[in-house]
């Protein structure tokens, strides 16, 4: 089942490359892709236990620690019968989780046999699909699907109906999912259901005792709402094509299906308007997207089934747009983009009909690019000085009967979804917008609140949740997990208001990410949200849910996401180019801050670079979360005692490893600062379990005083939090708890 030479090809480095982690990379591939089911602390003891751990001889022969890793799981396990329940658990590994399973008891092989049929209805959409689904198969496994002849039907679909050739809100997105011995079938309505169904079958193949393999199953599946959207501001950091593209792939994997993209803010005007070139001429530092690329994305994500909903952030928000159309403003001018981050004065002037007749074009031009029915006016943060200064302005409110600039905001508003209609779309806005005067086919996207959402329905108007879905503040994944559309103000409406919630939106705002970080940022927390949003309501435990997010996370990466091949990246860049394990050791351990945290520490422009320890840092640790489960069960598992001890033993040494690495390197020796307390966490660790080992009561000062030194080095810091405190907090409580015995 091993091809040598592809395997070699893949793994052995020519002289002239970096060195690398050739066990770590192993371990990676013999678990599927999925590291963080099994802590590859716990892994290698395993390895060094039966003698199968050589740094040389594997180093020089990859196949031969892939098989031994083999040997280990498929006659080793049972020795350390901790292990056991984790390889068991990840049997079955989706996210989001589906309406309906029932496991099955056999498995179905996967082969070089491997093939797709469909039965039905096809067009292009799902077989482009198919051939997705396949490669992606083929580099997961290393398997080379139809290699072997005669092909099997291994997998058929059916399909009954075509979906919309422009994916739409609340089309049928239902699947079933059947596999056996004897092969798999999945049953759709309409292709976007196969989609969804052919996202699932590639979560389930995993490494099994005969290679790979897809665990028997029935599924019966369809998502709880029919809004399930990642916003992506582009404007404040540019991205690229492949940025969005494999987000939209990532999306996919994960059964988002709307793309909302944030095109122009204070920062950048991103979108080429052949009416108003002075837009990108003098708005977007020459980045921006040309009509033709804003097709093929439109193109690319309909074939993901994927929506696209553009928005363009009027009236405030406008310094970019109005860096190019300076008549247009509240205030003479002139305008520039903005370079730092938060709320500018630069508004729109409401008051002039110039405004409107420019909106008017505007907005038909995008209308005619956009296919999607709905679009994005922003309308939030309106920061209103330039309206109460203009005294021209000032006039014609009191002409209007408008009394505050929010009423401003809504004459502005109503004015502008008036424009909206005539182009043949549906107005969206933050909850901003929300009025009386709000017409009550307008979509209100809620990022203060569910009660902002509750009062929209119940006005009746329709609403999306993105309070609690803000990922630039790097919240852990079950803070997003817990938040729901239909909880706080919105859990008691009456069933006809609360059909008006469509769904959620996870928002990536800018600021702090660069094409390198984003992917990290986004993945695999937002695959959390997705589930909160697929999955019925019943699904909430939070240790399920990080199970399977780790799993996912491999998963992720094939399907695109570069969220674990950057941060190695960013890692080996600040060391100088090569591979730092101290550096990565200290990374490991700490995790990221987010927007909170990070405003007022540092001096940041849209010019500063993202290339920092906090930058490569994840906004939560697996490896620590693995080491905290160690610690948790430490009583009764030898085998985790081990795997702390090695991490413990890795923080203890940091400082005196990464201090050299640190000369002339200003990159390094910001971070020194981190890898001495962490030093200091592994001392603390290590003592710890050497009083539970030897089952010795440490003294009482001795507790309280290394508690208050992890508390110490657990606060938030320069923008880093040190996750590494955690599990040895956790041994000092089990310390302390034996010493009252």
């Not at 699907?145 to 009954?160: D, E, Y």
């Not at 739409?168 to 004897?182: H, N, R, W």
């Not at 909302?260 to 921006?288: I, M, T």
């Not at 009025?435 to 609403?463: C, T, V």
């Amino acid at each position: 089942m091993f091809d040598r030479q592809r395997l070699i090809g893949k793994h052995v480095r020519p002289r002239n490359e970096r060195p690398y982690n050739i066990e770590a990379t192993v371990l990676n591939w013999t678990l599927g892709g999925r590291p963080s089911i099994v802590h590859p602390e716990m892994l290698r003891a395993v390895l060094i236990a039966t003698n199968l751990r050589n740094a040389r001889s594997t180093e020089r022969d990859p196949l031969r620690l892939i098989v031994s890793c083999w040997t280990v799981f498929r006659r080793g396990i049972a020795a350390f019968a901790f292990l056991a329940p984790m390889v068991m658990a990840a049997e079955i590994q989706l996210m989001p989780w589906p309406a309906k399973l029932s496991p099955g008891s056999s498995v179905l092989q996967i082969d070089a046999g491997f093939g797709i049929s469909t039965s039905g209805y096809s067009d292009a959409r799902l077989e482009a699909a198919i051939a997705r689904l396949t490669n992606r198969i083929t580099r997961q496994t290393g398997i080379q699907m139809g290699a072997l002849r005669p092909i099997q039907a291994t997998l058929t679909i059916s399909c009954r109906h075509a979906a919309p050739n422009i994916p739409t809100l609340g089309e049928d997105e239902s699947y079933t999912l059947d596999v056996g011995l004897e092969g798999a079938r999945l049953a759709a309505e309409t292709t976007t259901g196969a989609l969804r169904g052919m996202e699932t079958f590639a979560q389930l193949v995993r490494p099994g005792a005969s290679g790979y393999e897809i665990p028997a199953i029935h599924i019966e599946d369809q998502p709880r709402f029919a809004w399930r959207g990642l916003m992506i501001d582009v404007s404040r950091h540019w991205m690229p094509l492949d940025v969005i593209e494999r987000s939209l792939d990532a999306m996919a994997a994960v059964k988002l299906n709307v793309l909302h993209w944030h095109l122009s803010d204070d920062q950048g005007f991103r979108v080429e308007s052949k009416l108003f070139p002075k837009l990108q001429q003098f708005g977007s530092d020459g980045h921006f997207y040309t009509q033709d690329e804003i097709r093929h994305v439109i193109a690319y994500a309909s074939g993901r089934c994927i929506r696209v909903v553009p928005e363009f952030d009027i009236p405030g928000h406008t310094s970019s747009l109005l860096a190019g159309m300076p008549e247009l403003g509240s205030a003479p001018g002139p305008y520039k983009i903005e370079r730092k981050w938060g709320v500018f004065e630069p508004t729109l002037d409401p008051s002039r009909e110039e405004v409107y007749t420019f909106l008017d074009a505007f907005i038909g031009e995008m209308a005619a690019l956009f296919p999607d029915p709905c679009f994005h006016i922003g309308g939030d943060e309106v920061e209103g000085t330039a309206w109460t200064r203009s005294p021209r302005i000032q006039a014609f409110a009191r002409e209007h009967g408008l009394k505050t600039n929010q009423d401003l905001l809504a004459y502005f508003t109503v004015r502008v979804e008036k424009i909206v209609k005539k182009h043949g779309k549906i107005l969206i806005g933050w909850d901003e917008i929300l009025s009386p005067e709000i017409d009550s086919d307008a979509i209100i996207q809620s990022w203060r609140g569910q009660e902002s959402l509750a009062q929209a329905a119940k006005k009746g108007n329709r609403g999306i949740l993105s309070y609690g879905y803000y990922l630039d503040y790097l919240k852990p994944a079950s803070y997003h997990y817990a938040n729901d559309p239909l909880s706080g103000a919105a859990h008691d409406l009456p069933a006809a208001d609360a059909s008006r919630i469509l769904g959620g939106e996870a928002c990536m705002w800018s600021e702090y990410v660069s094409t390198v970080t984003i992917d990290s940022r986004l993945w695999p927390r937002t695959a959390a949200i997705a589930e909160r949003l697929w999955s019925p309501a019943r699904v909430k435990d939070i240790d399920s849910m990080y199970q399977r997010m780790d799993a996912v996370s491999g998963t992720l990466t094939w399907a695109g996401a570069k969220h674990r091949s950057n941060y190695v990246a960013i890692l080996n860049e600040m060391a100088g180019g090569v591979p730092a394990e101290p550096l990565r050791v200290l990374a490991d351990a700490v995790e990221a801050l987010g927007i909170v945290g990070r405003r007022d520490e540092h001096h940041y422009t849209s010019g500063v670079p993202l290339n920092r320890l906090v930058d490569a840092a994840r906004p939560e640790s697996e490896s620590v979360r693995a080491l905290e489960r160690c610690s948790e069960e430490i009583a009764n598992n030898p085998a985790a005692k081990a795997a702390l001890n090695s991490a413990f033993t890795q923080w203890r040494d940091n400082y005196t490893l990464l201090s050299p690495l640190a000369r002339n390197n200003a990159l390094i020796q910001d971070a020194l600062p981190f890898s001495e307390e962490l030093s200091t966490l592994g001392t603390i660790g290590i003592q710890a379990l050497k009083y539970i080992e030897d089952r010795q009561a440490p003294l009482e000062s001795w507790i309280t005083e290394q508690r208050r030194v992890v508390t110490e080095i657990g606060k938030p810091k320069k923008e880093l939090a040190i996750a590494a405190a955690r599990p040895v907090m956790i041994l000092l409580d089990a310390a302390a708890h034996a010493a009252t015995q």
